[in-house]
Nanobody
Framework: QVQLVESGGGLVQAGGSLRLSCAAS???????MGWFRQAPGKEREFVAG????????AYADSVKGRFTITRDNAKNTVYLQMNSLKFEDTAVYYCAARSGSVYSSAAQYADWGQGTQVTVSS
């Protein structure tokens, strides 16, 4: 089991940037990490994912070119750099962990953080 704690959310104007962090503890070896988000009234959706060694990354089409996922295994931390934020990026952002490959389906992730709110004002 992996314990996850997100941080870095907040209120930002459209066009601005935020960096989310996800600190992991527990069985962190060889896990892929994902960022998901959920806006009010909508289903949780995949944002980005990264493999254990960081050699494989994946992004939702809606964030490609604007968001970057990275990880520092020495610090057991995954980051999501979000640039050129849009109003529609407003959501609660969750990080998640799974053993094995990166998947875009939330159902494939066993461990979840509590989420951090990102609000983009237009």
């Amino acid at each position: 089991q992996v314990q996850l704690v997100e941080s870095g959310g907040g209120l930002v104007q459209a066009g601005g940037s935020l960096r989310l962090s996800c600190a992991a503890s527990g069985r962190t070896f060889s896990v892929s990490m994902g960022w998901f988000r959920q806006a009010p009234g909508k289903e949780r959706e995949f944002v980005a994912g990264i493999s254990w060694r960081g050699s494989i990354t994946a992004y939702a089409d809606s964030v490609k070119g604007r968001f970057t996922i990275t990880r520092d295994n020495a610090k057991n931390t995954v980051y999501l750099q979000m640039n050129s934020l849009k109003f529609e990026d407003t959501a609660v952002y969750y990080c998640a962990a799974r053993s094995g490959s990166v998947y875009s389906s939330a159902a494939q992730y066993a461990d979840w953080g509590q989420g951090t709110q990102v609000t983009v004002s237009s």
